[in-house]
């Protein structure tokens, strides 16, 4: 299994980021994907979830502001980010859990002016 994560950056208070997190080694349509983040600090916290069938689920702190999506032609996990905050400044991380939970190595937003 490898999740390799890209698209971070800096971004000024209410701009927008999108995550990608490339995924091999394993058939992604057939394994929910979850994105979760860790600022500097603090434990890893989950931000969102999405089923192999499409559902999908939010951590409140980011409800309405971040979308997670798929795409299994591509084996890609997505994270759309608006209307960032500087709380949001964290590694983001994505995951799957196939047997054991597996990680990638992360990318790193920072919401800052």
């Known amino acids: 299994v490898q999740l390799v994560e890209s698209g971070g950056g800096l971004v000024q208070p209410g701009g927008s980021l999108r995550l990608s997190c490339a995924a091999s080694?394993?058939?992604?349509?057939?394994?929910?994907m979850s994105w979760h983040r860790q600022a500097q600090g603090k434990e890893r916290e989950w931000v969102a979830g999405i089923s192999a069938g499409g559902l999908t689920n939010y951590a409140d702190s980011v409800k309405g502001r971040f979308t997670i999506s798929r795409d299994n032609a591509e084996n890609t996990l997505y994270l759309q980010m608006n209307s960032l905050k500087s709380e949001d400044t964290a590694v983001y991380f994505c995951?799957?859990?196939?047997?054991?939970?597996?990680w990638g190595k992360g990318t790193l937003v920072t919401v800052s002016s």
């Open positions: 995951s799957v859990q196939k047997g054991t939970r597996y």
């Open positions: 080694g394993f058939t992604f349509s057939s394994y929910s």
